[in-house]
C-alpha cells in the first residue's frame, strides 16, 4: 500500500507544496480540493500519478540511457529537434506499464467511478511537468491534454500519450531556453472526472487584468463547448471584467465590461468520444456563455484562490451542461503582469501614423514598426523572417520558437487569454488578436506599425511610423498640496493607468463614451418609432439585439463604459461631464437628425444644461441619469461625481437639478456631489448663486477664453487673438475661485494650458486652484510644474 501511494496520490491529498511529486499543475488542483472547497471553490475530483511513478517507468523500460544518447545528439547538433523529440516519444510509448504502478492508476480510476456510479467515468487526462507553472515559467500548453477518455485500456494509453509529451519539439525546445535540465523534469498525470463543457461552456480567467496589471479586475474569457478552442485561440470567445473590491457585497454587480465573442465554433464530443469542432448556431453566437450570476461567480471564485495563494493567478473553468455547475479546472500562477516592475511606467505613441489597415484586441501597451511575415501553417515555419511582424491565424506551442523571433504578432483568431495573447506577454511583444481577416488584408514584405498604445483596441496601419517611448520612475514623482488628475475619455485606455498617483479623474467625458460604446442618440432610443431613415434603424436594431429593451441597451452601455474609469482609481473621486455634444454633433448620432434642430451657431446653441429639462431632449437626459444611477447603486461606484456643462443661468440649474432628483439622483443624498462647468462668464459674475447649488466649479478653458475674449475657439484667423493667458482670463479664474471659495465650494481646472506652459501653473497655484486636471501623457510634466509653482 505504500508504495502504491508513492505511484499515485488522490487529489484530496495533494498539496500545493508538493511540486516535486505530482508537478505545479496537480498540486494546485490538490490544494483546491483539499483546502478551498469548504469557501466554494469546486474541482473535479480525480488523481495524480507522481514523479516516482515517471521514473519508475523509465526504469522499468531501459529508456534512461537510450533517451540521453538522443538529447545529446540534439545537443551537439548531430540531429534535428524535429528527428530528438519523435525518437525519445517513440521509446516512451513503445514500453510497458510496470504492474504495480497500472494497477495502482486503474484501482483509483475504478474508485474514481464509484462516486458517480459509473464504471467507464469519462476523465480529463492532463500532464504536469515538476518544472510547471513556476513563477517565472508559465509552461503554458508545453504537455499533452486528453479529453473524455474512457475505460481502463484508453485511460492508460492516455497516460503513457501524457509521458511522451514531456517530449514534444516544444517542449525540449522550451525546456532548453528556460535553463531546466531534461532529466530534471519529470512528469504526472492529473485525471480528473470530466466535466460535460461540451454542452455548457468553458474559458479562461485571470485575476489580474492582463494589459494593464490592473490588480482589482478579474478577467474571464468565455466559449460554447470544451475549453481548449479558447487556450489555443480558435475561437474569439466573450470577454468579462469585474472589479474585485466590490465582489463580497451581494446587492452590488460590478461587472465592469460584457464584449460579445464570435465563437464561431465550438469543442464537443463526437460519436466516438474524440473530441470535434462543430459551427455554433446562430443564436449561441449572439448570445453570452455566462449569464451575469455566473460571471460574478467565477469571479469570486478567482478572488478566493488569488487571496489563498497571495498572488495573481490564472485559471481554466468549465460549466456543466447537464448540471449548470460551475468548475475550476486549473489555477496557476499568473506569470507576466505580476512579475514587471511597478515602479516604472512606459508609454508609446506612434507619430503621425498612416492609413489604418485592421483592428483587433490589444495586447500590452507597446507599438512596433516591421515588415509583415504572413506563416499560415506551422509546416511553413521556416519561411519566417527574424525581426518581421508575424501574421497568422492562430498559434499553438509549436509556435513559440519563431514568436521568440518576431518583433509582434497578429491573429486572425483569439481572445485575450488565447495562447498568443499568453505568450506574446510573456515575450513583451505587442500583439493584436481576433482582427479577423489579417491574413486576407496584409501581404507578405508590407511594411506596417502594430499599436497597442491606445487601449483595448489594437491597431494595425501603413507604413514604418515613428514611435515615442516615454518612462518614467513613479517613486520619483513630487507629492504637492494641489491636486492633479487626469481628464480621460477612452475606458479602454483608463486601467492603464492606474499606477500613476493621481487624485482621481476631474473630466470624464460622457459624449466620447456616448460616440464610441453606444453610437446611437438617446432620444432615437426612446421614440424609435420617430427615426425616419430605414438604415438607421435596421443598424440600431441590430445593435441593441438582445437588450430586453432599446433604452437599456443606453444604459447598460453607458454604464459599464464610464465604471472602468471609475474603477480605476476608486475610491477617488470621478468627475462626470453629463453629455455636452452641440446639436451637429449629436445629429451625427444614428437616429439623430430626426431630433436635432438645424443650428447657425451650436456652439452657443441648444446644448448643455439647456437641453436637460427641454421636452426635446428630457427623455434622453433620463437614460444619462439612469446609467449614472445604475453606476453608483447598483455597480457601487459611489465615486462618481455629476458635472452639469454650459448651466448659463442660476434658475437653469435649479431646473436641471429638479429634472435629476426625479430620476432618484438629488444632490447631497447617499454622499452624490454635483459640480458645475465654469466656462460662462455669468458662472464668474454669479459663482456666489452657483455655488448654492453645486459641490464645486472645474474652469473650462476652452470656452471660458472664447465667451470672455468674443473668439471662435475653431478660427484659423482669429487663433493668434486667441489667449487663455489673457489678462480677462486669467481674472475670470481668479475671482471665480476667490468667490467659489467664499461660499466653501471646491474649484478645479481642466485644460491643457498648465502643460503647455509652466507660467499658467504658477498662475493657478497662485489663485488657490483646489485641483488641476490634465490629460494622462502630460500628468508627469503638470506634477513638476505644480511643484515648481508651489515652491515659489
Known sequence: MAETRKLVINFAEVKRGDVGTVGGKNASLGEMISTLAPKGILVPAGFATTADAFRAYLTHNNLNAEM????????????????????????????????????????????????????NVPVAVRSSATAEDLPDASFAGQQETFLNVIGEAALLDACKRCYASLYTDR???????????????????????????????????????????FPDAVLINAAWGLGEN??????????????KPFLKNPKLTPILEKRLGAKEIK???????????????????????????????????????????????DMEWARDGVTGTLYIVQARPETVQSRLDMGTLKSYAVENPGRELLTGLSVGSAAVAGRVSIIESAGDIDRFVDGSVLVTGTTDPDWVP???????????????????????????????????????????????TVSCAGGEEGVVTEGLSEIKVTEEALEKLPDTRTKVMLNLANPSAALRWWRLPVEGVG???????????????????AHLDRVT????????????????????????????????IAAFCYPKPVIVRMSDFKTNEYAD?????????????????FRGASRYYSDNYRDGFALECQAIARLRNQMGFDNVVMMIPFCRTPEEADKVLAVMAEHGLKRGQDGLEVYVMCEIPANVIRAAEFAERFDGFSIGSNDLTQLTLGIDRDSDELAPLFREDDPAVLWMIETVIREAHKAGSKVGFCGQAPSNDPAYAKYLVEYGIDSISVTPDSFVQVLRNVETAESD
Open 68 to 119: 540521453a544518447k538522443h538529447l545529446d545528439a540534439l545537443a551537439t547538433g548531430k540531429i534535428t529537434l524535429n528527428s530528438a523529440g519523435e525518437r525519445v516519444r517513440d521509446l516512451i510509448l513503445g514500453g510497458d506499464w510496470p504492474k504495480d504502478t497500472a494497477d495502482a492508476i486503474l484501482s483509483e480510476y475504478r474508485a474514481l467511478g464509484d462516486t458517480t456510479g459509473e464504471k
Open 171 to 213: 517542449a525540449i525546445s522550451y525546456r532548453t531556453i528556460q535553463g531546466f535540465a531534461h532529466d530534471q523534469v519529470a512528469l504526472s498525470v492529473g485525471v480528473q472526472r470530466m466535466v460535460r463543457a461540451d454542452t455548457g461552456g468553458s474559458g479562461v480567467m485571470f485575476s489580474i487584468d492582463t494589459e494593464s496589471g
Open 230 to 243: 479558447v487556450v489555443q485561440g480558435a475561437v474569439d470567445p466573450d470577454e468579462y471584467q469585474v472589479f
Open 267 to 313: 469543442m464537443i464530443h463526437g460519436r466516438d468520444g474524440t473530441p470535434r469542432n462543430v459551427p455554433t448556431s446562430k443564436a449561441e453566437r449572439k448570445q453570452f456563455v455566462l449569464n451575469d450570476g455566473e460571471i460574478l461567480s467565477l469571479a469570486r471564485q478567482a478572488a478566493i484562490i488569488e487571496d489563498h495563494y497571495g498572488q495573481p493567478m
Open 402 to 448: 519563431i514568436m521568440k523571433r518576431a518583433a509582434a504578432i497578429v491573429t486572425d483568431h483569439g481572445g485575450r487569454t488565447s495562447h498568443a495573447a499568453i505568450v506574446s506577454r510573456e515575450l513583451g511583444l505587442p500583439a493584436i488578436v481576433g482582427c479577423g481577416n489579417a491574413t486576407h488584408i496584409l501581404h507578405d514584405e508590407q511594411d506596417v
Open 507 to 525: 473630466l470624464a467625458r460622457m459624449e466620447f463614451v456616448v460616440n464610441g460604446a453606444v453610437r446611437v442618440h438617446p432620444m432615437a432610443l
Open 533 to 564: 431613415d430605414p438604415a438607421a434603424r435596421e443598424e440600431i436594431e441590430k445593435l441593441t439585439a438582445g437588450y430586453d429593451s432599446k433604452p437599456e441597451y443606453f444604459v447598460d452601455k453607458l454604464s459599464r463604459g464610464l465604471s472602468r
Open 589 to 605: 448620432l444614428l437616429g439623430g437628425r430626426d431630433f436635432e434642430p438645424k443650428e447657425e451657431n451650436p456652439m452657443l446653441g
